[in-house]
């Protein structure tokens, strides 16, 4: 494979970041406004009690989802060592074993989410006023969750390889697409929350054929050829060694959220409802964290690969100096706007002032989580992926259920549960700090 000047581990370090994240950026965007689409339109043509059964499936299907999203990491970071040392060979049995697990992870996916999606919802407490559409949700969804792994694991293998611009195209087309079904399923045809979950599969269909032409139009090492998609032992062992804690890592994060929202639950559709909208709100914010995070993670994991340890170092401090920057900036917008934005999802006063509520307690401190995000990635992108997992499994997560049933049991209200997420990210983003300084002095020196 000829060798041609790789920006990621030989030019200017802020400039290579912000060419290779703005893309991403951008892309992340899409994908917010994507699902954010969906619960405007459902709160604005259908009302709060389908705003409600909506936002109360997401926590669950991340649960399922981010599993899956998180082993396929360790695809991405072997993709990102290989490409980094010109090793043409694997990195084709990579993108190969990689394809294969987004199959065969769909179907396990699916299988099992439609199967435990009621007991799941009758679990977590949910309102009988929203019960049956939210299950209706969540089997939608399952049905065409194929889809959506195939496009997570094709965006992958193109970040690793430095090219985040196509996964950006693939997104605006998807977007758009989301878009105008939604418009036609809920509004002209009333389908309602159906209406917005079909719209979902549908479109999670259309980025998947999307980025599967590219990869399999391509002559380059990454080609992806549908007679090869199958595992490859070694490689296979080598995802799933730095994948499986993070998609842990997911599984806990995602656990302690659905206790967060089962808590929520028991105080009814409003705050349902308020806490729905914020999540998507607050998602503008955590696709600037994630966008971040996988640019520090594709920049540590090809100059890891390219045995240019400084420069990971430095990549990780540039990063970290934009991150904060930008993070900052959003905070103030959305502190200043959030009454004003969240009047686009729902016309209920009740529900507006709930949300203005968590906005205040939560947002000022989304500062700590992207940091959290970059240091993570940076491990993560050097192939270890358990330290990231074990400080965000025990400070967010397990800190979060020990806050549950401690300080909100002593004080039962939504303040004190709210309260959960600051503290939870202080904590990790201590003990994350202090291993990334362990791991830096263990790096050979140039």
């Known amino acids: 494979m000829e060798k041609t000047k790789n920006g990621i581990t030989e030019g200017v370090i802020w400039k290579q970041l912000l060419l290779f994240f703005f893309p991403i950026l951008i892309g992340t965007f899409f994908q917010q406004l994507y699902n954010t689409v969906d619960t ?21 299907i991340n649960l399922l989802v981010g599993f899956f999203v998180g082993v396929a990491s360790g695809a991405t970071v072997i993709i990102s060592q290989y490409f980094g040392a010109n090793d043409r060979e694997n990195l084709s049995k990579s993108v190969h074993t990689s394809m294969a697990l987004a199959v065969a992870g769909g179907v396990v996916i699916m299988v099992f989410g439609i199967v435990t999606a009621r007991p799941t919802m ?49 997104l605006i087309v998807c977007c758009l697409a989301n878009v105008v079904l ?10 309602d929350v159906f209406g917005v979950a079909f719209a979902t599969i549908l479109s999670q269909l259309i980025s998947a054929v999307l980025l599967m032409i ?22 296979l062992k080598n995802v799933v060694r730095i994948g499986l804690p993070a998609g842990l890592q997911s599984v806990m994060y995602s656990f302690s959220n659905i206790l967060i929202q089962a808590s929520i639950n028991s105080f009814g559709t409003t705050a349902i409802a308020a806490w729905a909208a914020i999540g998507k709100i607050d998602g503008f914010i955590w696709m600037v964290m994630n966008a971040f995070g996988i640019a520090v993670t594709t920049f540590a994991g090809q100059n890891f690969g390219a045995q240019k340890f400084d420069r990971m170092h430095r990549s990780v401090r540039v990063c970290l100096a934009m991150a904060f920057i930008a993070t900052i900036l959003l905070e103030v917008i959305f502190l200043a706007g959030g009454e004003f934005i969240l009047g686009l999802f729902s016309r209920d006063p009740a529900v507006i002032a709930e949300g203005v509520d968590i906005t205040w307690h939560i947002a000022p401190t989304f500062v700590l989580y992207v940091c959290i995000e970059i240091l993570s990635g940076a491990l993560r992108g050097t192939g270890d992926s358990l330290v990231p997992m074990i400080m965000t499994c025990v400070g967010v997560c397990l800190l979060r259920v020990v806050w549950l049933y401690t300080a909100f049991a002593a004080s039962p209200t939504l303040d004190t549960l709210y309260l959960s997420y600051p503290v939870s990210w202080a904590a990790t983003l201590f003990a994350l700090v202090v291993c990334y300084a362990v791991v830096v002095r263990k790096m050979p020196k140039a």
């Open 40 to 60: 405007i339109i459902v709160g604005q043509f259908v009302g709060t009690e389908a705003l409600a059964a909506v936002g109360t499936t997401g926590t669950v």
């Open 122 to 170: 009758l679990a977590m407490g949910v309102p009988d006023d929203i019960m049956d559409d939210a299950v209706l949700y969540m089997n939608v969804y399952y049905l065409g969750i194929i889809g959506n792994l195939i496009y997570n694991i094709g965006t992958g293998v193109l970040r690793a390889i430095g090219d985040s611009r196509m996964p950006l195209y693939v």
């Open 182 to 191: 939604d418009l036609l399923f809920v509004v002209v045809f009333h389908w």
């Open 214 to 235: 590219r990869l399999m139009g391509t002559q380059e090492a990454y080609r992806v050829e549908l007679r090869k998609i199958r595992f490859h032992k070694d490689i």
